[in-house]
């Protein structure tokens, strides 16, 4: 990582082909911000998969159609200043809350966790069944995977993945993903019950019986063979 300070008046200088230190600079008081130049590149990769700038968080996440304003909290946050937590990747620099237009929040979180240099993944829903509604989320740069807000879950309590990496889903596990392979498996006729994205029973016996008739073990674990054979995650180069 490599945190630097810049100050105001270096907001035009550039960090990749793409991206200035101004696309970074959420709150227009802030004389200087902290910054892991990192994200820069993540941004880049971002931008080279969906075709679209990423831009911080604002406060009406519906760009273009209304004028864009940064969200003050999106970017760098002066510990010294903020009344959230001091211990926050923002305040280090290292976190940044954004959305691409056009692209689900979803689908952000899918792509970035096949990215190693991504340390904590926030996908901020209000609820399951709003898989397509949200549009940001939170990236920071700590070496550590976490991962957060599927209706407040966190990876502390069974959160394995956004399907973006081969995972193992079984009962018990909450995750965006799960929500995704219930529409899935209820729009082939398996019925997993309502797309809460919680792996219950109705939704390991649905696993169990598209299991059975493609020929796999009938255990109702989601794995890389049931996901070959669903098609639902892009799996394959990771195999």
Known sequence: MAVKTFMFYQKEEKLTEHFTVGDFWAYAGHKEIKLDTQLAQIWEKIYARFGTRPMLRNKNNN???KPYAPQPSAGYRDAANWSGSRTSQHCYGRGVDFYVPGVAAYRLAQFVETLPEVGGIGLYLAKSGELEKVKHIHIDTR???ARWGWSGWTSKTNTPGFGGIPCVFK???RSAAIEAL???????????GSTDGIYGDKTVLAVKLFQRDNGLRA????????NKK???FDWHKWS
Not at 182 to 192: F, I, M, P, T, W
């Open 63 to 65: 760009y273009p159609y």
């Open 143 to 145: 070496i550590k995977r």
């Open 171 to 173: 009962k018990g596990h």
């Open 182 to 192: 219930q529409r899935k498996l209820n729009s082939l006729g398996y019925d997993a």
């Open 219 to 226: 255990d109702g674990v989601f794995g890389k063979d049931t």
């Open 230 to 232: 669903l098609g639902l």
